[in-house]
């Protein structure tokens, strides 16, 4: 019997560049395994095809056991971990798309997230190895267009890199690992979750040092024991996340609400928004509140093989009728990242045709430096040096249609319990009602690009600042800590044109992080961020 079980670090607060689209060709992934002939190394797979782990089921049931339950008893991490099985149990019939990596780095949290580490763990309790630490001994593995397999560079972007920064996300299976598993497997292998006393694969919980994430694994038995390179046959498997890690895993979302006015000349039959950095079909909530014209389905469809990580999510059948263009219309949506962002959104009129909204997006910021090199050796992982803040705040981004943004109002509402339903003018009313709200920022008029952002510094000096950002100028110094390190509401006035189509956009940042219930364990202060789990109402 071998077994082997890898424990992951991470890079606990390093910020890399935004990966959020790098075009490869498939023959550019590349992928690593154990080798069961000695299960430290990693499998030649040029001269021993067959010596690496892998099932012979074509159905793994799992389980949550108690101890999971135990430190981690919100329902919506528990979905996380659903949402990662569900990936692999997809992995065959998924095309690999035009895009390499999905991993994405927008700026430090005090998380890690929990669907990411767990759909890398699962790749581990499938047989993946980190193709970062197999490039030292040149056994990072692709295929070529040709046939047969060539050994190829990691990118340090896969999902099954050897570690990940606190609040970034790699949670879609990108080239590597598809092409890994279809070698590893060539068939479907659906994960079925089960209740039962034991299960294929245990969802548990284990004690490690502070820069620790997670560990999976397997166990199993030599295919061969007379040939050892002739792989290990796989029968038992664990994904097990660290309670007293230095940073929590766990999981933050964004709840943003907008009111358009429907101006395209025609009533309004449904309402579509695309948006980016999420590919879970089910919103943590969704707001719809058009009084007799409320819309009575709402639905979340895929974009396409080549953005694995959109959907467009779309609002239907008006209660009273197509809705009259006198009339606002107002739509939310709240999401299981932190960062995700609307790409772009259409009304869809009764004849068909379509009028463009520019929605924004409101999304914290920073702007880090890391100094120092990481630590290393014999396989495991270990934390990046921490890095610096020197500035910090929130963007404003616009869709691919850009938008030109002014208008923007602050108030602070930590302790309100907000939630996405109270994103909207009636709350923008009572808050100003209440002098609760500051004076409105003068951002003039300004012109975002199709994608583009425009940021506001709450803490930092202009010299702190990332020289592209000074060299192009978008952004506005406020110099307001206040601001920081609690619940923030946000509003802005965007237009498409000049004279035409104008919408708000009402957010909710600073939002509590949900992780293990304080009664569980210890959790690490960070700052003045309070890490205590909770679920607000909608």
Same mark, same amino acid.
């Given at each position: 019997?071998?077994?082997?079980?890898?424990?992951?670090?991470?890079?606990?607060?390093?910020?890399?560049?935004?990966?959020?689209?790098?075009?490869?060709?498939?023959?550019?992934?590349?992928?690593?395994?154990?080798?069961?002939?000695?299960?430290?190394?990693?499998?030649?797979?040029?001269?021993?095809?067959?010596?690496?782990?892998?099932?012979?089921?074509?159905?793994?049931?799992?389980?949550?056991?108690?101890?999971?339950?135990?430190?981690?008893?919100?329902?919506?991490?528990?979905?996380?971990?659903?949402?990662?099985?569900?990936?692999?149990?997809?992995?065959?019939?998924?095309?690999?798309?035009?895009?390499?990596?999905?991993?994405?780095?927008?700026?430090?949290?005090?998380?890690?997230?929990?669907?990411?580490?767990?759909?890398?763990?699962?790749?581990?309790?499938?047989?993946?190895?980190?193709?970062?630490?197999?490039?030292?001994?040149?056994?990072?593995?692709?295929?070529?267009?040709?046939?047969?397999?060539?050994?190829?560079?990691?990118?340090?972007?896969?999902?099954?890199?050897?570690?990940?920064?606190?609040?970034?996300?790699?949670?879609?299976?990108?080239?590597?690992?598809?092409?890994?598993?279809?070698?590893?497997?060539?068939?479907?292998?659906?994960?079925?979750?089960?209740?039962?006393?034991?299960?294929?694969?245990?969802?548990?919980?284990?004690?490690?040092?502070?820069?620790?994430?997670?560990?999976?694994?397997?166990?199993?038995?030599?295919?061969?024991?007379?040939?050892?390179?002739?792989?290990?046959?796989?029968?038992?498997?664990?994904?097990?996340?660290?309670?007293?890690?230095?940073?929590?895993?766990?999981?933050?979302?964004?709840?943003?609400?907008?009111?358009?006015?429907?101006?395209?000349?025609?009533?309004?039959?449904?309402?579509?928004?695309?948006?980016?950095?999420?590919?879970?079909?089910?919103?943590?909530?969704?707001?719809?509140?058009?009084?007799?014209?409320?819309?009575?389905?709402?639905?979340?469809? =895929?974009?396409?093989?080549? &953005?694995?990580? @959109?959907?467009?999510? /779309?609002?239907? #059948? %008006? !209660? *009273? $009728? +197509?809705?009259?263009?006198?009339?606002?219309?107002?739509?939310?949506?709240?999401?299981?990242?932190?960062?995700?962002?609307?790409?772009?959104?259409?009304?869809?009129?009764?004849?068909?045709?379509?009028?463009?909204? =520019?929605?924004?997006?409101? &999304?914290?910021? @920073?702007?880090?430096? /890391?100094?120092? #090199? %990481? !630590? *290393? $050796? +014999?396989?495991?992982?270990?934390?990046?040096?921490?890095?610096?803040?020197?500035?910090?705040?929130?963007?404003?981004?616009?869709?691919?249609?850009?938008?030109?943004?002014?208008?923007?109002?602050?108030?602070?509402?930590?302790?309100?319990?907000?939630?996405?339903? @109270?994103?909207?003018?009636?709350?923008?009313?009572?808050?100003?009602?209440?002098?609760?709200?500051?004076?409105?920022?003068?951002?003039?008029?300004?012109?975002?690009?199709?994608?583009?952002?425009?940021?506001?510094?709450?803490?930092?000096?202009?010299?702190?600042?990332?020289?592209?950002?000074?060299?192009?100028?978008?952004?506005?110094?406020?110099?307001?800590?206040?601001?920081?390190?609690?619940?923030?509401?946000?509003?802005?006035?965007?237009?498409?044109?000049?004279?035409?189509?104008?919408?708000?956009?009402?957010?909710?940042?600073?939002?509590?992080?949900?992780?293990?219930?304080?009664?569980?364990?210890?959790?690490?202060?960070?700052?003045?961020?309070?890490?205590?789990?909770?679920?607000?109402?909608?």
């Amino acid at each position: 019997m071998k077994r082997s079980r890898h424990i992951d670090s991470y890079t606990a607060l390093a910020v890399l560049a935004v990966l959020t689209g790098i075009l490869m060709p498939s023959v550019a992934s590349g992928f690593a395994s154990w080798s069961a002939q000695n299960t430290s190394n990693f499998t030649d797979i040029i001269n021993h095809p067959d010596d690496y782990p892998s099932w012979d089921l074509t159905t793994i049931t799992y389980r949550f056991t108690a101890a999971f339950e135990t430190a981690y008893p919100n329902p919506l991490l528990k979905d996380q971990v659903r949402l990662a099985f569900d990936q692999w149990s997809t992995t065959l019939s998924t095309p690999d798309g035009a895009v390499y990596s999905y991993r994405r780095d927008n700026g430090w949290q005090p998380f890690g997230d929990m669907r990411s580490v767990a759909t890398h763990e699962i790749g581990h309790a499938l047989g993946l190895h980190h193709p970062d630490q197999a490039d030292d001994v040149n056994r990072n593995w692709r295929p070529t267009l040709a046939g047969g397999y060539v050994a190829q560079a990691a990118t340090g972007t896969e999902l099954m890199n050897s570690t990940i920064g606190a609040g970034s996300y790699n949670h879609i299976l990108g080239h590597d690992e598809l092409d890994a598993f279809d070698y590893y497997y060539g068939h479907t292998v659906t994960f079925v979750e089960t209740t039962a006393p034991t299960a294929d694969v245990e969802v548990g919980t284990f004690s490690a040092g502070a820069l620790t994430w997670a560990q999976g694994g397997w166990g199993g038995e030599w295919r061969n024991p007379g040939d050892h390179f002739e792989g290990i046959r796989i029968t038992s498997g664990i994904v097990e996340f660290n309670t007293t890690g230095g940073t929590d895993i766990g999981m933050r979302t964004l709840g943003i609400n907008w009111d358009y006015q429907n101006v395209g000349g025609q009533p309004a039959r449904s309402f579509k928004i695309r948006t980016t950095g999420t590919n879970n079909p089910t919103p943590i909530y969704t707001y719809d509140n058009n009084g007799p014209y409320h819309f009575d389905n709402f639905g979340t469809l =895929p974009v396409d093989m080549d &953005h694995k990580d @959109d959907l467009y999510h /779309v609002w239907s #059948t %008006p !209660a *009273g $009728g +197509d809705i009259p263009d006198t009339e606002l219309i107002h739509v939310g949506l709240e999401q299981d990242v932190w960062d995700w962002s609307v790409v772009s959104a259409d009304v869809i009129h009764s004849d068909g045709s379509t009028t463009s909204a =520019p929605l924004l997006g409101f &999304h914290e910021w @920073d702007h880090t430096i /890391v100094e120092g #090199t %990481p !630590a *290393g $050796g +014999d396989g495991e992982c270990y934390a990046d040096p921490k890095p610096q803040i020197l500035a910090r705040g929130f963007r404003i981004a616009a869709p691919e249609s850009g938008a030109t943004v002014f208008d923007l109002v602050l108030a602070c509402v930590d302790g309100m319990n907000f939630g996405l339903s @109270d994103l909207n003018r009636e709350t923008l009313n009572q808050l100003q009602a209440k002098g609760m709200l500051d004076p409105i920022v003068d951002l003039g008029e300004q012109v975002l690009p199709p994608g583009g952002d425009f940021i506001i510094v709450l803490e930092g000096d202009p010299a702190d600042l990332p020289d592209d950002l000074i060299k192009n100028g978008n952004y506005l110094v406020l110099n307001e800590p206040q601001y920081l390190d609690q619940e923030l509401f946000v509003y802005a006035t965007s237009r498409l044109q000049e004279g035409a189509l104008l919408i708000g956009t009402y957010g909710l940042l600073g939002t509590a992080v949900i992780v293990p219930e304080p009664a569980t364990l210890a959790l690490l202060a960070i700052g003045a961020l309070a890490l205590v789990g909770r679920r607000r109402r909608p």
